[in-house]
């Protein structure tokens, strides 16, 4: 099955940024649509963001001036650019992909494959 690895996070004051990555092991990232989630400690998860198999943008809509997706075909990887995060950003980042194209983005049951996730931590 397909192995998604997340990198990127640690820990960052308030109003940076982090770039998270995600890869997916033995598999071309354009083959599949990809998602973030975060969960914080004591919360649900939550969507981020995802990219389409078709290559449009789905944002929650609170993070969209903020947050930006991406894929990096040369590299086989999905990003997601953080700016002006704040201290209510920490959580655990996860990565989802889904082969499938036509799917509701923010619902965690339209990913087949997730990765382990990546700690955010925005200090005051």
């Known amino acids: 099955q397909v192995q998604l690895v997340e990198s990127g996070g640690g820990l960052v004051q308030a109003g940076g940024s982090l770039k998270l990555s995600c890869a997916p092991s033995?598999?071309?990232?354009?083959?599949?649509?990809v998602g973030w989630f975060r969960q914080a400690p004591g919360k649900e998860r939550e969507f981020v963001a995802a990219?389409?198999?078709?290559?449009?943008?789905d944002y929650y809509s609170s993070l969209k001036d903020r947050f930006t997706i991406s894929t990096d075909n040369a590299k086989n990887m999905v990003h997601l650019q953080m700016n002006g995060l704040k201290p209510e950003d920490t959580a655990i980042y996860y990565c989802?992909?889904?082969?499938?194209?036509?799917?509701?983005?923010?619902?965690?049951?339209?990913?087949?494959?997730w990765g382990q996730g990546t700690q955010v931590t925005v200090s005051s």
């Open positions: 033995g598999r071309t990232v354009s083959n599949y649509a």
């Open positions: 990219i389409r198999l078709s290559g449009g943008l």
């Open positions: 989802a992909a889904t082969r499938s194209a036509f799917n509701n983005w923010p619902n965690r049951s339209s990913y087949d494959y």
